[in-house]
């Protein structure tokens, strides 16, 4: 089967100690999987990888069939199709929600942005944005104003008008409400329908309810890998993260 996303034999140490140990992960095209671990378990290192934020001291990366990411850049990896969602909101609080995915889909077209002219095709794919982000009703409001779940929306939203082969969001639904977090899960499977997403994420009723397949990493190797409703009842992964007791926080 072919990947969006292949590593093999990964290895990452920071002062001696391995953060990711040999590992091998795969995610296919048009697959929404998702990334579990408890603290430490090297899962914003394997984003780092893949975005070629960190490089690996081993192993193989291979974006697309065909880049190898060891030896591409973070910004060429962008334009090569690969998204990134760091846990806090980044958008221009005084431009409106619709000035702020015009600024992110002139990111690829720099020389349009400056002649300020828009095509048709960027128009509408910023309108079909718009819909699927639920902020229609907000679209000449200044993005500042938005609530915190409006805002992770509206810069899911940006990352989209970009049309990313692979999305990688780094706890996407931390700090929403339950009924945000519900809109969140239903915006993910609405744009993983012609691309790959990877979730990370600790909040296991979303899990729960969102994810099919589960990774779940732990002390940099991989724990298991399987259907969500395997990965709950598999006793390895109670010890080490879901049976730590209610409430607590294992991200
Ligand atoms: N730049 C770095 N330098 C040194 N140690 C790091 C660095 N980044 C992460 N680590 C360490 O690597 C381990 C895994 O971190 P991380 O990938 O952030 O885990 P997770 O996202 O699963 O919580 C942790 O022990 C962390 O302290
Ligand atoms: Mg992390």
Redesign the pocket.
Known sequence: MSSIMEMKGVTVS??G?K?LDNLDFCIAYDELRFLI??????????L?IMTAK?RPDHGKVIFDEKINVTRTSEHQLVRHGLGRKFQTPSVFGSLSVYENLEAAIGFKTSIQKLVGKLSGEQKDKIEEVIEITNLKDLRNMPAGILSHGQKQWLEIGMLITQEPKLLLLDEPVAGMTRRERDHTGELLHKIAKNRSILV?EHDMVFVRQFASTVTV?HM?KLLCEDHVENVQANPEVIEVYLGRGRGHKA?
Do not use: H, I
């Not at 671990?37 to 394997?46: E, Q, R, V």
């Open positions: 920071f002062d100690f953060v671990g408890p603290n430490g378990a090297g899962k914003s290192t394997l780092d960190t990370v990493l940099g991200a």
